[in-house]
């Protein structure tokens, strides 16, 4: 297992506000882990990850392992017990990114997503492939940005400080 600082406080920051993670009925049994794409090549292990956030051992201020999910859902599908390992992930990455902790990608990701309503950039490479798959050119969607807009100062997006 990772070495990580001790945080007493994050399994009350992870139930906080969210009265059934499943986090205790977790019994180890490693399945998440055995379907998961990352945990395949080298990334993160969906059993350790809720171990960890049950002894409040993930220091989620420099955790770089959490980013490592793809959010692709098997972990959550191949649970018998209804534990959602990809849904603590997600809870862990909001509190890591509350403090600070968000991979320089993503913070990329966001901001361009906030300004263009894309979360990849429009370039020469985008226009020849959808030009090449008979897709028409598009100009950025002032209805979509507004409504971008209203969703991030909604969410937590809105309060982090990118
Ligand atoms: S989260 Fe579910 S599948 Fe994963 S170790 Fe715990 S009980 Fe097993
Ligand atoms: S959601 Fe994340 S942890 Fe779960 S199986 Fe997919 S990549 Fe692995």
């Known amino acids: 297992m990772k070495k990580s600082v001790f945080d007493p406080f994050l399994p009350v920051a992870l139930v906080k506000g969210w009265s059934d993670l499943g986090l205790w009925k977790c019994h ?5 882990s055995a379907v998961c794409p990352s945990q395949q090549h080298g990334g993160i ?4 990850i809720i171990e960890r956030a049950l002894l409040g051992a993930i220091n989620v201020e ?3 392992i959490i980013w ?3 959010m692709c859902q098997s ?7 209804d534990v959602n390992p990809s849904f603590v992930i997600t809870m862990v ?3 890591a990114s509350e403090r600070g902790n968000i991979p320089q990608q993503y913070v990329d990701e966001a901001k361009l997503f906030m300004k263009t309503a894309l979360s990849f950039p429009k ?3 985008t226009k020849k492939m959808r030009s ?6 598009f100009d950025i969607d002032q209805g979509a940005l507004t409504e971008i807009s209203f969703i991030v100062n909604k969410t937590r997006l809105g309060r982090l400080e990118l």
């Open 132 to 137: 090449e798959m008979k897709l028409d050119d």
């Open 28 to 32: 180890q049994c490693g399945q998440c």
């Open 45 to 48: 292990h969906a059993r350790e």
């Open 93 to 95: 990455r909001n509190l």
């Open 123 to 125: 370039t020469g490479l």
């Open 62 to 64: 420099d955790e770089g």
């Open 75 to 81: 972990c959550t599908e191949r649970c018998q017990l």
């Open 68 to 70: 490592l999910c793809m």
